[in-house]
């Protein structure tokens, strides 16, 4: 049986060495957040489009960080800046519309004196424009 002294001092050791590996995965997982995020919209479509060819990359990823954001929010962890901007740039997704015809295009004129306008009304019209 050890003496208390001895036994005390590797229960610290122990507690030492854990928090130590806890901290090395930590590091490690930010620089890996670190590298995804430095990655080019091409190199992450690229990426996507080798894994589920028939997928839509930039859903697929948005996906990833909302799993992400709910496992911070389950744990009560703080989101990481590099989370929370993915997040925010991904919510604003383009949108998937067609267009059948290219719309005609406008031109707002304001004036004060409505003689001008009418003037320049008048050009614009002879000009097609």
Same mark, same amino acid.
């Given at each position: $049986? &050890? ?10 050791? /122990?507690?030492? +060495? ?7 995965? =930590? +590091?490690?997982? =930010?620089? &890996?957040?670190?590298? *995804? $995020?430095?990655?080019?919209? =091409? +190199? ?8 589920? !060819? ?6 697929? /990823?948005?996906?990833?960080? #909302?799993?992400? *954001?709910? &496992?911070?929010?389950?744990?009560? @962890?703080? @989101? !990481?800046? #590099? ?7 991904? @919510?604003? $997704? =383009?949108?998937?519309? /067609? *267009?059948?015809? !290219? ?12 003689? @001008?306008?009418? *003037? ?10």
């Amino acid at each position: $049986m &050890l003496p208390d002294h001895l036994r005390d001092d590797l229960k610290q050791r /122990a507690r030492i +060495e854990r928090a130590q590996e806890d901290s090395a995965e =930590e +590091e490690r997982a =930010e620089q &890996l957040l670190n590298a *995804v $995020m430095s990655l080019s919209q =091409e +190199e992450v479509d690229a990426i996507y489009y080798k894994l589920w !060819p028939n997928e839509d990359s930039k859903q697929r /990823a948005f996906g990833s960080v #909302q799993h992400a *954001v709910d &496992l911070c929010r389950k744990e009560q @962890r703080a @989101r !990481p800046l #590099q989370l929370r901007s993915a997040f925010a740039q991904l @919510r604003q $997704m =383009e949108l998937g519309l /067609a *267009v059948t015809e !290219p719309a005609t295009p406008r031109i707002l004129l304001v004036d004060q004196d409505a003689s @001008r306008l009418l *003037v320049w009304r008048k050009i614009l019209l002879d000009l097609k424009v």
